[in-house]
């Protein structure tokens, strides 16, 4: 399937991110109902080239945890990618909506995120990178499905030289500079299992709810709800610290705003939580089974030495439960709307 630009009818808007805009698009050709991801790409012709080429790796990707792909083409500054539509959207938005998912349903979630995340790195050497609720889809045949995976290094490149990007899922050793595994990806996955049961960011009333006032300067804005955004070339506190903190321009810290607690804690606050305190767990302990609780605590093992890759983790004793569970996904999806 070649797709070109002009055979797509944008019939919807599904989202905005913070590198571009996610459109409802039909092939009008083949009927074909597709998302297009526009991203904003700041470099030279020749890279974006390399990009669609590295792109072309998803064509590849067949997976039942994997979103499909079905072209890619470069439109003057944006790069659009065409991938297979989820129906029921993203998991923020059905929690945003509908409140905390109940534990069978996140126990589904969770093995098919490690499904997703072993195939990937198992059959392509791939890393995701960017495991967050809004990454993982969802649609009304009750089929959960991972995007947004690192495939493109130049895409990853061109995309952190230009712009600004949430961190809030990011392990406390990629927050200290070390370079991704797939341990981080596992991070990120206990982080957003715990928000998906809670129905809320786990870190917002995890510590003190006295008013901030850290001398470390807060010069980042506020973005949507829940996320907090940072320049995404700054990957190493100490730098975070250089980098911000400045006498001259010393107004009170005004914290980035996280959902849930009504507390509130700057990017900065939560990336040092992160590096310096106890990993967030999922509480109050009698309401989830022990195997939940001791699934995510590995997730949440800060060490990534100790902590485990996806595919160990899909012989945890939770996930051959979830795995021999009958959960009526597809009917969980008629109830949401
Ligand atoms: P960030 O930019 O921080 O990664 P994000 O993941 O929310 O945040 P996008 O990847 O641009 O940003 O996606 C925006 C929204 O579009 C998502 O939250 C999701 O709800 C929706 N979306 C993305 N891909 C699809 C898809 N294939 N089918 C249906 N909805 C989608
Ligand atoms: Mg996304």
Redesign the pocket.
Known sequence: LDIKPEDLKELAE?????????K?VEHVPTGTI??K?I?LIDAKPSVRKQILRELQIMHDCHSAHI?SFYGAFVVDPNICIC????????L??IYKKHGAISIEIVGKIALAVLEGLTYLYDVHRIIHR?I?P??I?F?SKGQI?I??FGVSGELIDSIANTFV??STYMSPERIQGAPYTVKSDVWSLGISLIELALGRFPFADSSSDEESDSDLENTLSPG?PG?AIIQAQVTALPNIRSKTTSKKDKRKSRGVSLQGGGMTMSILELLQHIVNEDAPRLTPEEKFPTEATSFVNSCLLKDPDARPAPKDLLKHEWIIQSRAEDVDLEGWAATLD
């Open positions: 599904l989202g905005q991110g913070n590198g571009g805009s996610v409802k597709m998302a991801k991203v979103i991938m297979e539509f989820m129906d029921k959207g993203s923020d938005g960017d967050k809004s990454n889809l649609n499905k995007c947004d990007g949430t949507r996320s």
